[in-house]
C-alpha cells in the first residue's frame, strides 16, 4: 500500500512493543485494521495482538467491515466492550464514529446518548473517550473534508462534563497534541504510512516512522502520554501517489 507491505510494518511495530518488555493494562485500537476488509486479515491482526495476553478494545474505522470484525474477533477474545472501567477511577469510552461507504466520520444521537449516559452514570470517575474519526481540524486541508462531521455536538458534551480528561483517535496518520477545553485531545501515528503534516493536498510523509502511543492514567486525573516510532525505519511510502 502506496510501496509499503503494510502487514510487515505492523509486526515491527508488534516486535517493538514486545521487545520493551512493558507491561499494559489495556490496548486499545481505533480503527482502519485492514483495506479489504477480509476475515483472513483481521484474524491475522487478532493472532499478532493477542501475544501481548493484554486486553484489547476496538472501533471500525472508515476502510472497516464492522460485522466482519466482531464475527472474527470474537473467536480470539477481543472483547466488543465499549466501556471499560479501569482501576478504582477510570473510565474507558468507545465511541462509533463510521459512516458506511464514507471517510468522513459522524456521530449518531444513540452515540452521542451513550456518551452522555457513561457520564453521567460514572461521574465520580475520569474519562478518557476514544473514536476514529479526528474531531479537530488537522491542518491538513484535504484530511480534513474526512473529519467527524458533528464534532460541535461532541464538544458540548465535553464542556458539561468536567470528568472527561481526554479525548484520542486515529484516522489522520499523524502525532498531534492538543488542549481542548479540559481536555488532553490526541492522535495516535500509523502502523503504516503516515500522512505529511500541514498540506493542503494529499501527501505522505517520508520521515515520520510506524509508531504507537503509550497512555499513563494517573489517579489525579492527569494524562501522560508519549508516541513511539520505529527506531529503524525501513518503511518509506512512495510519494509519486496522489492517494490509495
Not at 2 to 16: D, Y
Not at 35 to 61: H, M
Not at 86 to 107: E, K, R, T
Not at 197 to 206: A, L, M, R
Request: aromatic share 12%; proline share 3%.
Amino acid at each position: 500500500m502506496l510501496g509499503i507491505n503494510s502487514n510487515a510494518s505492523f509486526q515491527a511495530v508488534i516486535n517493538e512493543i514486545g521487545s520493551s518488555n512493558k507491561t499494559f493494562d489495556l490496548i486499545v485500537a481505533t480503527g482502519d485494521f485492514v483495506q479489504d476488509s477480509s476475515k483472513k486479515a483481521y484474524a491475522r491482526f487478532a493472532e499478532q495482538i493477542n501475544k501481548f495476553n493484554t486486553p484489547c478494545v476496538w472501533l471500525a474505522g472508515n476502510h472497516d467491515n464492522y460485522e466482519g470484525m466482531q464475527d472474527v474477533f470474537a473467536d480470539y477474545q477481543l472483547a466488543d466492550n465499549k466501556i471499560v472501567q479501569l482501576g478504582d477511577n477510570w473510565l474507558i469510552v468507545l465511541l462509533n464514529s463510521q459512516v458506511i461507504g464514507q471517510a468522513y466520520g459522524f456521530l449518531p444521537e444513540s452515540e452521542l446518548e451513550f456518551l452522555h449516559n457513561a457520564l453521567t452514570d460514572h461521574s465520580d470517575r475520569n474519562t478518557l473517550v476514544f473514536l476514529h474519526h479526528h474531531p479537530i481540524n488537522s491542518g491538513c486541508h484535504w484530511l480534513d473534508h474526512h473529519i467527524l462531521k458533528n464534532s460541535d455536538q461532541l464538544e458540548q458534551i465535553i464542556q458539561k462534563h468536567s470528568n472527561v480528561k481526554g479525548i484520542g483517535w486515529g484516522h489522520i496518520h499523524q502525532k498531534q497534541d492538543y488542549v481542548w477545553h479540559h481536555c488532553h485531545a490526541f492522535s495516535t501515528p500509523s502502523t503504516c504510512f503516515q500522512f505529511k503534516p500541514e498540506c493542503y493536498d494529499f501527501q505522505v510523509s517520508t520521515e515520520d516512522a510506524p509508531g504507537w502511543r503509550e497512555i499513563t492514567l494517573n489517579t489525579d486525573g492527569s494524562i501522560e502520554s508519549e508516541v513511539y516510532r520505529l527506531a529503524d525505519n525501513q518503511f518509506l511510502p512512495d510519494v509519486s501517489q496522489n492517494g490509495y
